[in-house]
């Protein structure tokens, strides 16, 4: 992927076509899992493949991975969509334990195989709950005040327990 | 405390996902001014992403490349950012280039704003300018009066350092180089007189542009620093 976005960079139309089909269900997914919602995901990845057309050369390969970069600027349009208005339902938990991998997701797990191994290892060393906080706000976009509901904890305890999470995480992916 | 672990904690949650709107959107925009802050995000970014791998691949709608095709050619002309940084790095006869559409977004926007009466009541011919980045948040909205060369900026996110001026900017083919408008205001709303000798037609056609300059405006005459942010004209009332 590295070498398509490169590609993209230089406005080859060819290498952006064959990287929507490497990429568009894992980021359709990313998207709708936070908002729950397929029109909203079908724009929110519309317009993020438009970004990713014009700013692919701003992409710094020695920094992030194409998946990386590319997962980020859906994600980021998402949370602020989800961000602006309350009151989502949700209708199932995020599962972090479906780490299977199939055809299409194999694409972005080559890159990484370990970087996933060390992040779940990294991930099981927080206590069950927080681990559980974590994910949900990272894969599902949920806010502290969600939390906060869901867990039956103050919303500053739910900030005070990500913030820690996060670092202790920090601390477990530099060892 | 230190500064450095209050930034990567900011950036921890950003990426996480769990700050609110504002504190998202604040971060956000330092992104683009603070290599401090976008290389801990960046970090951030990569050590998390690997939980992504939970998430199965969902198919897309149909069609969806297409319209995104449609979409990028439709915004072919949309100013990027980045292309005006490099731009200027260069020479300023790449503005005229440069000089393209406005996202549907902002027109759609433009005409929110004015539905909702926050821009003007004025019967006279007024268009109105939404100045953003590329298709993000809105940064200034500008309005026109053609009869009264009038034209009011009110400032809608963006406030720079104490020492740093917003400078907007005319840009238009037939012009030699940008044509200064002045320093705008550190307040929310300013009114400043448009170059009345322009032909009102060159106004429709331009690009108009923010840069950010040393307090005061550019020392030169010409934009010095980074384009913030850019849109045009559209009619939005008879």
Known sequence: MDALLARVARGDSDAFEALYQASSSKLFAVALRILRNREQAEEVVQEAYVKIWSRAGDFKP??????????????????????????????NDGELDQLESDDESAIALLER????????R??????????????????????????????????????????????QLKGCLEQ | MTEREDIDELAAEYVLGTLPA???????????TDANLDQALSKWEQRLAPLLEAVPPVA??????????????????????QQHR????????????????????????????????????????????VLQEESQKPAFLMTVNMKTHMCSIKTVTPRPDPDKNYELWMVHEDLKQPMSLGVIAKSDMEEKPMVSYVDPDLNMNATFAVSLEPAGGSPTGAPTGPVMYAGRLVQSTQ
């Not at chain 1, 195989?113 to 779940?120: F, G, S």
């Not at chain 1, 060393?125 to 894969?139: H, N, T």
Request: with cysteine; charged share 25%.
């Open chain 2, 86 to 129: 490099r731009a200027l790095a260069k020479q300023t006869r790449t503005w005229r280039i440069a000089a393209g559409g406005m996202t549907a977004l902002a027109a759609s926007l433009a005409g929110f704003i004015l539905w909702t009466g926050a821009a003007t009541h004025s019967s006279q011919p007024t268009y109105v300018a």
């Open chain 1, 62 to 91: 020695e920094i992030a991975s194409p998946i990386t970069w590319m997962a980020a600027i859906v994600r980021n349009r998402s949370l602020d969509e989800v961000r602006r208005k309350a009151g989502r339902v949700f209708v």
């Open chain 2, 22 to 32: 504002a504190e998202r959107s604040a971060i956000a925009e330092r992104r683009l």
């Open chain 2, 60 to 81: 897309p709608p149909e069609k969806m490349f297409e319209k995104i095709q449609s979409r990028i050619a439709s915004s072919s002309s949309v100013i990027s950012l």
């Open chain 1, 113 to 120: 195989q370990d970087d996933v191994a060390r992040l779940k």
């Open chain 1, 122 to 167: 990294c991930l099981d060393g927080l206590e069950a709950e927080k681990k559980k906080m974590v994910c949900l706000a990272y894969l599902d976009g949920m806010s502290r005040e969600e939390l906060a509901q869901k867990f039956d904890k103050p919303e500053g305890t739910v900030k005070t327990w990500l913030r820690r999470s996060l670092m």
